[in-house]
């Protein structure tokens, strides 16, 4: 339920960024496993147990590779890139709708040269991101494919 004074409208201002919502980073970790993004909570409500959050890197940017217990909803707003999604890495693009089901790692890169935005819908309370073990990861890179998009090479 919101609470007493919340905004129930928040205006776009400018270059993806909403009035009265505060830009966040994406998270706090020293270990250098993502690059160039923000992140800013546009709805949070524990009555539906969901939250929506938009975020932005920057060309050339990226998301840590991780996994969870809770499954994602991504909408494309802004820009190009490519994920990866389990085993797949895709192209993504404006208004394209990723679902990342649950225990599936994933990570987004944005195309070099332009930003990548996208709204994230997720439970309002959620687990920690596992990060992959060195094993998880020598199993990821032994797809070429996969090896390739990791090192941020272009596909």
Known sequence: MMAAGERTIHRKAKDYRWEGVEELPYKEDDRALFKSITRQVLFCDPELQSELRYFEMAAGGFSSLERHQHMHAVLILRGRGHCLVGDEVRPVETRDLVTV????????????????????????????????????????????????FLRNEPT
């Open 101 to 148: 089901p649950a225990m599936t790692w994933h990570q987004f890169r944005a195309t070099r040269g332009e930003p990548l935005g996208f709204l994230c819908m997720v439970n309002a309370a959620r687990d920690k991101p596992q990060l992959p073990s060195a094993e998880d990861l020598a199993k990821l890179k032994a797809d070429a494919t996969i090896a390739a």
